[in-house]
Nanobody, 122 residues
Framework: QVQLVESGGGLVQAGGSLRLSCAASGRTFSGDAMGWFRQVPGKEREFVAVVSRTGGTTVYADSVKGRFTISRDNAKNMVYLQMNSLRPEDTAVYYC???????????????WGQGTQVTVSS
């Protein structure tokens, strides 16, 4: 059974940092691009960042560029999202996602995690 399990969410003050982790199992995700999305109640899920299968290419949403960093460790089947300079508008449920290309992850990833809540207080 394929699973993506997020962790690392929580409550942080504005300007603070959090590191999200996503553990992949049931499949060798080293052949997949992996990414992060976020969703606020009442709004559509939005793309945050994606990393290529080798880690050599990353793409970010404009709203997080320069503040967030996505990375991966294929030996551990893990992907990470380092979030710095957090703002209240970053508050959302963050989801890990995977598919076989960067484009597919950005548009309609096939694999999804269950999400982890990030709350940034002002």
């Amino acid at each position: 059974q394929v699973q993506l399990v997020e962790s690392g969410g929580g409550l942080v003050q504005a300007g603070g940092s959090l590191r999200l982790s996503c553990a992949a199992s049931g499949r060798t995700f080293s052949g997949d691009a992996m990414g992060w999305f976020r969703q606020v109640p009442g709004k559509e899920r939005e793309f945050v960042a994606v990393v290529s299968r080798t880690g050599g290419t990353t793409v970010y949403a404009d709203s997080v560029k320069g503040r967030f960093t996505i990375s991966r460790d294929n030996a551990k089947n893990m992907v990470y999202l380092q979030m710095n300079s957090l703002r209240p508008e970053d508050t959302a449920v963050y989801y890990c996602a995977a598919d076989n290309s960067i484009i597919r992850v950005r548009v309609t990833p096939y694999y999804w995690g269950q999400g982890t809540q990030v709350t940034v207080s002002s």
